[in-house]
T-cell receptor, first 115, second 114 residues
Framework: GAGVSQSPSNKVTEKGKDVELRCDPI?????LYWYRQSLGQGLEFLIYFQGNSAPDKSGLPSDRFSAERTGGSVSTLTIQRTQQEDSAVYLC?????????????FGPGTRLTVT | DQQVKQNSPSLSVQEGRISILNCDYTNSMFDYFLWYKKYPAEGPTFLISISSIKDKNEDGRFTVFLNKSAKHLSLHIVPSQPGDSAVYFCAASETYNQGGKLIFGQGTELSVKP
């Protein structure tokens, strides 16, 4: 079946502009995660959606970052007034959350470059 | 504060030999650990996991060892193959307190030479 897809694959934007990144999770997966990987760094957790529960936003680096998940499926990560330090690969993952037994499936990522 | 650390940014191994990738963590509440493999321009793919109630999990050429007292885990690949060349990330989770969010290490780039 289809995996996690993300769009766009690459985005170049000017400092101060807003950007929207999209994630389509695997059908039926109840949990959705956003991470980012800055150059030379590991993956950094941003936000986590699980079913109808309130999202865990503890990893969002500033109030310029927000995310929503519509209808329990597609998610959009929005970065307002982008800064150069926002440049990174933004990765989305989904999982069929089953307590201890779960695996997160990652999309290919969106490479964001802020000039 | 880096809760999951991979102190070796790179590792080079001869084909057919054993690769050992190491990971240390500081949070004693972590109860589930995973290894992911990442090729350039692709998302990470799940490799193997281990629950804190175990100290070893094996899947084919891949074995993960967990030493809770030392807060250390390692991934053994034997025999190593050139196709194993990739970046390997260690990840940990507090499944009951923090849901499914994963805390990742910085990654170790493995190069397997023919």
């Amino acid at each position: 079946g289809a995996g996690v897809s993300q769009s766009p694959s690459n985005k170049v934007t000017e400092k101060g502009k807003d950007v929207e990144l999209r994630c389509d999770p695997i059908s039926g997966h109840t949990a959705l995660y956003w991470y980012r990987q800055s150059l030379g760094q590991g993956l950094e957790f941003l936000i986590y959606f699980q079913g109808n529960s309130a999202p865990d936003k503890s990893g969002l680096p500033s109030d310029r970052f927000s995310a929503e998940r519509t209808g329990g499926s597609v998610s959009t990560l929005t970065i307002q007034r982008t800064q150069q330090e926002d440049s990174a690969v933004y990765l989305c993952a989904s999982s069929l959350y089953r307590g201890l037994d779960y695996e997160q499936y990652f999309g290919p990522g969106t490479r964001l470059t802020v000039t | 504060d880096q809760q999951v650390k991979q102190n070796s940014p790179s590792l080079s191994v001869q084909e057919g030999r054993i690769s050992i990738l190491n990971c240390d963590y500081t949070n004693s509440m972590f109860d589930y650990f995973l290894w992911y493999k990442k090729y350039p321009a692709e998302g990470p793919t799940f490799l193997i996991s281990i629950s804190s109630i175990k100290d070893k999990n094996e899947d084919g050429r891949f074995t993960v060892f967990l030493n809770k007292s030392a807060k250390h885990l390692s991934l053994h690949i034997v025999p190593s193959q050139p196709g194993d060349s990739a970046v390997y990330f260690c990840a940990a989770s507090e499944t009951y307190n923090q849901g499914g969010k994963l805390i990742f290490g910085q990654g170790t780039e493995l190069s397997v030479k023919p």
